[in-house]
């Protein structure tokens, strides 16, 4: 014996009632890259070996490689973190 209910008794089907899509917000850091180009400061976003910019997870993993940039750097150019939104 099977029950059947009627459309207006409100019961879930086999659509779902709590969404299956959830929007994850992870942030995301990058380092910029201030140097010297022809007599012209320029900013650039720092890629990592095949050309894909660098993105960080923490404020502190990008922190650490852009203070361990700027210790290496032999002309002085200056590496900031900026948080994407």
């Given at each position: 014996?099977?029950a059947h209910?009627?459309?207006?008794?409100?019961?879930?089907?086999?659509?779902?009632?709590?969404?299956?899509?959830f929007?994850?917000?992870?942030?995301?850091?990058?380092i910029?890259?201030e140097?010297?180009?022809?007599?012209?400061?320029?900013?650039?976003?720092?890629?990592?070996?095949?050309?894909i910019?660098?993105?960080f997870?923490?404020?502190?993993?990008?922190?650490?490689?852009?203070?361990?940039?700027?210790?290496?750097?032999?002309?002085?150019?200056?590496?900031?973190?900026?948080?994407?939104?």
């Amino acid at each position: 014996m099977v029950a059947h209910l009627v459309w207006d008794q409100g019961v879930a089907g086999s659509s779902p009632v709590i969404p299956t899509i959830f929007k994850i917000h992870i942030m995301a850091y990058v380092i910029l890259k201030e140097t010297q180009m022809i007599n012209q400061k320029v900013t650039v976003l720092v890629n990592d070996s095949e050309g894909i910019p660098m993105e960080f997870d923490t404020l502190e993993g990008a922190e650490k490689i852009a203070k361990l940039f700027e210790t290496n750097s032999l002309t002085g150019n200056k590496y900031t973190v900026k948080q994407l939104m």
